[in-house]
């Protein structure tokens, strides 16, 4: 009775959906068609007009060398963060679920770097691996070995995938620990009467209760693995060295932004979104994590 | 027989119990680390920094903390990024329960597309809208004020914080509010007197959770304020990173500065922010 008028919905309603179609549908719109053009300078300006050239700039993007490795990288940073910090989250939840006390106090403290700015996290990295007098080569020279560069073009994906990895395992930790608190314990004792082992336990009664929350830990793991930005902008700035630390949302914004190629930008962000959707799409296909056991 | 079987027993579970603590708490020293080491040498002078940066200082100085205020201004940056994320954080907070309100309370034609589109929102990242929406703020002049990073920020959470406060609202029984209808309060009556008091915990858990998020976000800000003085935090501090790069002791104490109040306010909202952080994944 009270909500059958409907004309409180405009005021409730419309002041968002404005916002979310100016930010959101109607730039992504414009994105799409912007990178069908060759754009020099950001605002139309007469003698300097836009001309339209189909897919070239996807044409381009299958032949970039830069380009491949951005998104070399960016695949591997997804398979990265599915194994390692989902994998040590799992590890660390399932060892706290076993003890009787101190859940609260690792769940604090694991969880800490996440309230962290990605930036300052980048500079206590960047601290940490400088050739000359950063605490990792201090800490080689404490043991009497040569200093070590330690973003070195061989060395430097690996030494930007560690706090992206690191920084994130603290998240995945409480959402699997919840998954794993809602676990009813008569299933654990059934399995120990039946002679299950604790690692019995873990395989067939923890990991197949778990499968839905293991489905969203993955997926946001791969997107947020996408989504990448700040932590290799500060540690190594422009793919530095050599394009070699480029992710798709770091090589999108040098492309735009600093090289002013704004049409090639935008391509690589519409490609970004639709291998987002793709992956997500695979990940759901493949663990299924509604279908019944 | 029984007896030393259970003793047995016993000793297993120790062992076990001692490595699953040593591990557990091995995680727990790798995550504090670099947070003390940082803050231990944000009080050394950076030759000290380079040489001897595990132990403490030989002499506790402030000068790294002088020049972060005065050389690089880190209060002003402190002002910029509460008034953006400030805003972000309230903005939010009241556009995504006012949908959240009409999507669990009203019916109406086109509603299933309207769900779509606030679902369907989640999956645009800001690589693929950031171009069109930095052009038009150059082309209306916002660049470099806070109202170019506070719009699409308030549009990119917007969609997020209303699925969170759906699942709230979707819970809270109807009766009171047919209650007040009863005594003659109109819906804005509802909504304000109702509602919102009744959601106030998943409106702070969405709060802290756009704070935070925009607080730390470096993109948007990055592209959209260029001028100096109005530097946001984490701007400021990238800036520092690419510049003073050499300066150890200043990058030590301006990480210090930036993590300080939030670990102030973690040590005492940490269960609302763990909450609200993860709220989004629990609820699908």
């Known amino acids: 009775m009270l909500y059958k008028k409907k004309f409180p919905l405009v005021i409730f309603l419309i002041p968002g959906l404005i916002l979310i179609f100016l930010f959101l ?9 912007n990178s069908f053009y060759d754009i020099t300078n950001f605002v139309k300006m007469p003698g300097k007009e836009w001309t339209f050239i189909g897919v070239e700039n996807y044409k381009k993007l299958l032949t970039d060398s830069k380009l491949r490795i951005a998104f070399a990288n960016s695949i591997k940073m997804m398979g990265l963060a599915v194994v390692f910090q989902v994998g040590i989250a799992l590890g660390l939840a399932i060892f706290v679920s076993w003890l009787r006390r101190g859940e609260n106090f690792f769940r604090t403290i694991y969880f800490f770097p996440i309230v962290i700015s990605a930036t300052a996290i980048g500079l206590i990295f960047k601290l940490f691996y400088n050739y000359s007098g950063g605490m990792l080569n201090q800490f080689l020279e404490v043991i009497g070995k040569d200093p070590v560069n330690w ?17 994130y395992v603290g998240f995945y930790f409480v959402i699997l620990l919840t998954g794993l608190n809602a676990i009813p314990e008569e299933l654990y004792e059934a399995a120990k009467v039946d002679g299950c082992s604790k690692v019995k336990q873990v395989l067939y009664v923890t990991l197949p209760m778990m499968r839905g929350v ?5 997926i946001l793991a791969v997107t947020g693995a996408l989504k990448v930005f700040d932590l290799p902008w500060v540690i190594a700035p422009k793919g530095a060295p050599q394009g070699r630390t480029h992710f798709l949302g770091t090589l999108m914004y040098e492309q735009t932004f600093t090289i002013g190629n704004v049409d090639y930008g935008s391509a690589i962000g519409f490609v970004i979104v639709i291998f987002g959707l793709l992956v997500s799409l695979a990940v ?3 663990l299924k994590p509604d279908a019944n056991l | 027989m029984k007896s030393s079987g259970d003793a047995k027993e016993h000793k297993r579970f120790s062992i076990r119990k001692t490595v699953t603590y040593l591990i557990l708490a091995l995680w727990a020293v790798t995550t504090i680390f670099p947070f003390v080491w940082v803050i231990n040498n944000s009080f050394k002078p950076s030759a000290e920094v380079v040489n001897t940066s595990f132990s403490l200082p030989k002499k506790f100085i402030l000068t790294n903390y002088v020049n972060a205020f005065g050389k690089q201004d880190i209060l002003e940056s402190y002002k910029n990024s509460l008034v953006i994320s400030g805003t972000v954080m309230i903005a939010v907070m009241f556009l995504a329960t006012m949908m959240a309100f009409a999507m669990t309370r009203y019916r109406f034609r086109g509603k299933a597309i309207v769900n779509a589109i606030i679902l369907s929102s989640l999956m645009i990242p800001a690589f693929s809208t950031i171009v069109p929406v930095f052009k038009k703020m150059a082309q209306f002049g ?6 170019s990073v506070i719009l699409p920020q308030v549009a990119g959470n917007l969609s997020f914080a209303t699925v969170v406060m759906m699942g709230f609202l979707r819970g809270i029984p109807l009766e009171m509010e047919e209650a007040a209808y009863m005594e ?8 304000t007197r109702i509602i919102m008091p009744l959601s106030r915990p998943s409106m702070a858990t969405v709060a802290i959770f756009c704070f935070l998020w925009s607080y730390n976000d470096l993109f948007t800000q990055l592209i959209m304020i260029r001028r ?6 984490s701007v400021l501090l990238n800036e520092i990173s690419s510049r003073y790069g050499t300066d150890y002791g200043l990058m030590a104490s301006s990480v210090t500065l930036i993590i300080v109040p939030v670990l102030i306010i973690y040590a005492f909202l ?8 993860t709220a989004g994944a629990l609820k699908g």
Request: proline fraction near 8%; hydrophobic fraction near 50%; aromatic fraction near 16%.
């Open chain 1, 214 to 218: 293991f489905c969203t830990c993955i």
């Open chain 1, 284 to 286: 759901n296909e493949l």
């Open chain 2, 270 to 277: 940490q269960k609302y922010i763990i909450k609200g952080l």
């Open chain 1, 151 to 167: 973003l070195a073009p061989g060395r430097a994906f690996t030494m930007i995938a560690i706090p992206i990895i690191w920084s």
């Open chain 2, 228 to 233: 100096r003085s109005g530097f946001p935090i």
């Open chain 1, 25 to 33: 549908y109607w730039p992504f719109i414009e994105n799409i068609k």
């Open chain 2, 184 to 191: 003659g309060a109109d819906v804005f009556k509802v909504f």
């Open chain 2, 142 to 147: 916002l660049l470099n004020l806070p109202v």
